[in-house]
Structure formats: structure tokens, C-alpha cells
């Protein structure tokens, strides 16, 4: 077992780009989640998704970021026009779900110029 | 202590001494995760407490749970320089996955 993936480990975009970052849960977790971390404000949920549906995007800045999960198998975070202070290290993280553990991948640490 | 609104805590030990960290919550949980994360990597379960367990206990690791004062703590016992990591407390509001984060602690153990 791999693990979660999470690609591309880092990715560096100008102000205004947009960025894609993928990630594959572990085969047979039922629940996938992103967070975001940040010295400033530490580990911070963005949404998750239970059996592909999309649960809670609270977390989420409403104008320029989605999420979606198209199948079991990968789920995509998407940041249109970045700003500099979208830089962070964007996290993935499955579980089988409930209040079980959640498994993290690397990461993906963004840094827009 | 740490939760969302602190800063992240720094604590720096010897190698072989105790060590306690210790964590509040807000909301009401009926389970504590606590992760390690390690420089470069994602946070990593070491210990989860359940509302209906005081006490765990994992190796050299001991987690507490006191659900009155909405507070917990995680022990090492005879630290080694290899649990030098972050430390974070995390619950799940009610009825939802999601996990909540404290702050951290960064944990240094020195030779």
C-alpha cells in the first residue's frame, strides 16, 4: 500500500495562474479530505468528500478554489488566479471514515510568486 | 498547551526525559486524535482517545482524557532524539469527519 499520493509535490505559478493538485487515496477509504497549512494559521480543513459526494466545503475561500472527486481513485483541488497568499502546503488525507483514522499524504507545497 | 487560537508551542528536552503535552477543546468530541508530523511529511495517527477511555497507552507513548474539562494530554516516556517532531491534539465536531487542529508543539529531544 503507497499510501496517499499526492501530486505534484511542489509547484511554483505566478500571481494570477491557476493550479491543480491532484491526489489518490488509499484504495477502499470511503472519505477524502484537504487541508491546508500555513505557519500563520497552522492546519486548516478545506472540505471533504464521503463516496465521491461532496459533504462540507466550509473551509473552503468561496471565489477561487473548488474540489471535486470525479471517481474513487483521485480527487483534484483546484485554485484559480493564485494569489501569494494561497501559498501553502496543500494536504490530502482518506480514511474508511466516521472518527477513524485519517491517513495523509506528503503533500503538495505551493508557492505563488 | 495548544489549540487553534495559540501560537505553536516549542519544547526542548534531553534525551531520555519525560515529556507531557497538553491540549483543549472546544467543542464537544467523543475522541482525541493526536499526530505526529515529521519535517517534510504529512501528519502521521499515533495515538486516538475515545470519551470512554481516561487513559491510552502505546509504547512509550500515554494519552489522557479528561471530557469535563474538554482537555487532554499526550506523554513520552524516556524521549529518544527520534520523537522529535510536531505534535498535534485534533477532534472531530460533532457529526462531522472533519478534524479541528490545534496548534502544534514542536518537540526537539537532544542528545
Known amino acids: 500500500n503507497a499510501g496517499v499520493i499526492q501530486t505534484p509535490r511542489h509547484k511554483v505559478t505566478g500571481k494570477g495562474q491557476e493550479a491543480t493538485l491532484w491526489c489518490e487515496p488509499i484504495?477502499?477509504?470511503?472519505?477524502v479530505f484537504w487541508y491546508r497549512q500555513t505557519i500563520v494559521q497552522g492546519l486548516e480543513f478545506l472540505t471533504y468528500f464521503r463516496n465521491q459526494a461532496p459533504i462540507d466545503d466550509s473551509g473552503m475561500p468561496k471565489e477561487r478554489f473548488s474540489a471535486q472527486m470525479p471517481n474513487q481513485s483521485h480527487s483534484t483541488l483546484k485554485i484559480q488566479s493564485t494569489q501569494p497568499q494561497d501559498s501553502a502546503v496543500y494536504l490530502c488525507?482518506?480514511?474508511?471514515?466516521?472518527?477513524?483514522?485519517?491517513?495523509f499524504g506528503p503533500g503538495t507545497r505551493l508557492l505563488v510568486l | 498547551s495548544q489549540w487553534g487560537e495559540e501560537n505553536l508551542q516549542a519544547l526542548s528536552i534531553q534525551e531520555g526525559e519525560d515529556v507531557t503535552m497538553n491540549c483543549s477543546y472546544k467543542?464537544?468530541?467523543?475522541?482525541v486524535h493526536w499526530y505526529r508530523q515529521d519535517s517534510g511529511r504529512g501528519p502521521a495517527l499515533i495515538i486516538l482517545?475515545?470519551?470512554?477511555?481516561r487513559e491510552k497507552r502505546s509504547g512509550r507513548l500515554r494519552a489522557t482524557l479528561d471530557t469535563s474539562s474538554q482537555s487532554s494530554s499526550l506523554s513520552i516516556t524516556a524521549a529518544q532524539c527520534e520523537d522529535t517532531a510536531v505534535y498535534f491534539c485534533?477532534?472531530?465536531?460533532?457529526?462531522?469527519?472533519?478534524?479541528?487542529f490545534g496548534s502544534g508543539t514542536q518537540l526537539t529531544v537532544m542528545p
Open positions: 485534533a477532534t472531530a465536531p460533532r457529526g462531522s469527519w472533519q478534524l479541528i
Open positions: 484504495s477502499g477509504h470511503s472519505a
Open positions: 488525507a482518506s480514511s474508511f471514515g466516521g472518527q477513524d483514522t485519517q491517513y
Open positions: 467543542t464537544y468530541t467523543t475522541v
Open positions: 482517545i475515545r470519551s470512554n477511555e
